[in-house]
């Protein structure tokens, strides 16, 4: 695909490090792309909250976030659900491949919130407990499933609700970036909570709807803002004013994390191309029918003036056409090249977006090169 500057829609991205002192560990990046002869649009957020090794959990969220942005960069566009399962696996497979090279990153891991939007569909995938959620027609739905134990418990019943909160195993992770064994990323995008996974796989290339807002968001902020609390904000402000307020609300709760979060908006769908092209068109075949018409009443006057103009005897230049001077008589004509008129439509000029392509919002990464490693089992617990 092609990177170009500016996205389809509108994004706010916010990150804080939290009121405890800890060093930020999350890491996202924010890309637009085109690709095809119609210069399709796309979108890629990338959320990733680094966990484990020493220092090293930052490491492995720009890994992944560089990892993912560029694989998908190289990629044709045509396979958005291929694409970002591969471009994931990769991701892991070079985060556990640096960690066990280096003493001070072992064990080094990260959760994974992605949002991929081709044009107005989406795709999501996420791994770990950061989260992706859509707000339509002013209501919250979570359409990523938490990869915890908590989630697990909930789901086989060993635990009530009302239990989970506060549990020990809070902070439990499945599934993560890095493992030994790189983890299946979840495609799974539940609209309303009864779907089977199979139906909520189906629901990749969601089609988005005019004044839809997708979040993405790491555990930082759903640990200490409830998903009614986030409805309210998202409902209530502009999304700038809703980034900021969802940060200040969980930093008053104690910010015992970092907390990062992507807000994308979609705008109103533009007119048809047709659409958007007959004005041009139209004015362009005014201009040519205009200018056909001078020349035409330019030929005809032309013309006339010749036809009244006496015939000159002998010598001299013959007139530009044959005219009878007396009987059997003629002067020599000559033939003129034929005139030729400009063509009623002209084409239309398309500009093809170019120009670097990165994030608004530097990552601060370096260039990744995927590095495969080796497999094997794995959970890890998220320090909070």
Known sequence: MKRIDTAHMPVVARTHPGMTGKNNEDRYGVSAFAYGRAAVPVL????????????????????????????????DGRQPRETLRSAVRAAGEAIFAQSQANGEQRGMGATLSCAYIDNRNLYTTTVGDSRVYLLRAGKLLQLSTDHTWIQEALETGLLKPEQAKGHPNAHVIRRFLGSPV?????FRIRLTGEETNEEAEANQGLPLETGDVILLCSDGLTDLVTNPEIEAVLNSMTMDEAADILISMACQRGGHDNITLILIRVPEAPPPASTRKWPRLALFGAISLVILLILLGLLFALTGWLDRQ??????????????TVGPGAATEAESLPPLEFPSATSPVVTASPSGPTITPWPTNTFAPSPTPGPTGTQTQTKAP
């Open 44 to 75: 890629l957020a990338v959320l990733c909250d680094g966990i484990g090794g020493h220092k090293a959990g930052e490491v492995a969220a720009e890994m992944a976030v560089n990892h993912i942005s560029h694989l998908v960069a190289s990629s």
């Open 182 to 186: 790189p983890p299946e990323p979840d």
């Open 310 to 323: 006496p015939v000159r005897e002998g010598g001299g230049t013959p007139a530009p056409f044959a005219q």
